[in-house]
């Protein structure tokens, strides 16, 4: 027993040693000059240096897109975790017919391939004049964000006991009310996994930032990493660089609350 527990942990060990080893290369080689990185010259033991990193703020100007991932990003979460509480309270409380395909149907959405409605959305978009803003890029997040946070607050609130609001609502409170003050508290590990999963979704979400912005002004991180070549070349330091700036405080945020996130994918997975 023992020696198949040490041969478990050493299997895990060379399973993490093989995930953080190209991510130990990002943030080493984002700081050694553009020439020490291929080729003959290539080194570990190359100087380091901050000329990437100087490059990416001064000429590249990445606080711009850093800036509209923020915005965009927190503009998605504010909206859709009240539409969603509202939406999975109904759901995990109140009973009407067809309440478990509901469900099934809002989570649907969020697994329908975003490429085949990218066509339509840009002409509707268009029509009402929003490609390239930030309520253009919101709107869609939140079509597929909520559906997701809805599943997992539905879990989260089937879990609670009834009693404490079915007492609040018999001293004279509405439902909403009940939701407010006694629900909502209760269900704050819940919302916090929710907030950060739909947060992440929005940083990291692609397609619809490269379809529906035009500008540089409007591009978010993962459309600028995308764009950063050269006319002759791709300049692989300031992409290493704007990485390294791109995934440190997202990572950041998952191993700070990474007990809520599984937390709240655990719940949402096991209450029907």
């Known amino acids: 027993m023992r020696g198949l527990r040490a041969a478990a942990i050493g299997a895990a060990a060379l399973l993490l040693a093989g995930m953080l080893a190209p991510i130990a290369w990002m943030v080493v080689s984002s700081f050694r000059p553009e020439a020490s990185l291929f080729g003959s010259a290539a080194t570990l033991t190359a100087p ?6 100087a490059a990416l703020f001064g000429e590249r100007g990445f606080l711009v897109p850093v800036r509209n991932s923020l915005i965009v990003a927190a503009l998605t979460t504010l909206v859709s975790i009240p539409v969603a509480v509202l939406c999975a309270y109904a759901i995990a409380r109140l009973h009407f017919p067809g309440r478990d395909l509901l469900l099934a149907l809002v ?10 409605i990218v066509p339509p959305l840009y002409l509707a978009l268009r029509a009402v004049h929003l490609i390239d803003t930030y309520p253009g890029l919101v709107l869609p997040y939140v079509t597929f964000a909520t559906p997701l946070a809805i599943w997992m607050l539905t879990g989260f609130f089937r879990q609670l006991p009834p009693d404490l609001e ?9 439902r909403l009310r009940a939701l407010r003050d006694v629900v ?3 269900a704050a590990p819940g919302l916090a996994t929710a907030s950060i999963l739909t ?12 379809s529906f912005t035009l ?13 950063f070549r050269g006319r ?40 029907g």
């Open 199 to 210: 947060f992440l979704y929005a940083w990291n979400e692609f397609l619809f930032a490269l």
């Open 107 to 116: 989570l649907s959405i969020s697994m329908f391939p975003q490429i085949s």
């Open 166 to 174: 079915q007492a609040a609502m018999m001293d004279g409170a509405s």
């Open 48 to 53: 380091l240096s901050l000329e990437h990193y």
């Open 184 to 186: 909502l508290p209760l």
């Open 232 to 271: 002759y070349q791709v300049p692989w330091g300031q992409v290493l660089a704007a990485t390294v700036v791109a995934t440190v405080p997202v990572a950041l945020l998952v191993l700070t609350f990474q007990r809520r996130i599984v937390a709240g994918l655990t719940a949402g997975a096991t209450k």
């Open 215 to 227: 500008s540089p002004e409007r591009q978010t991180v993962p459309v600028a990493l995308t764009l």
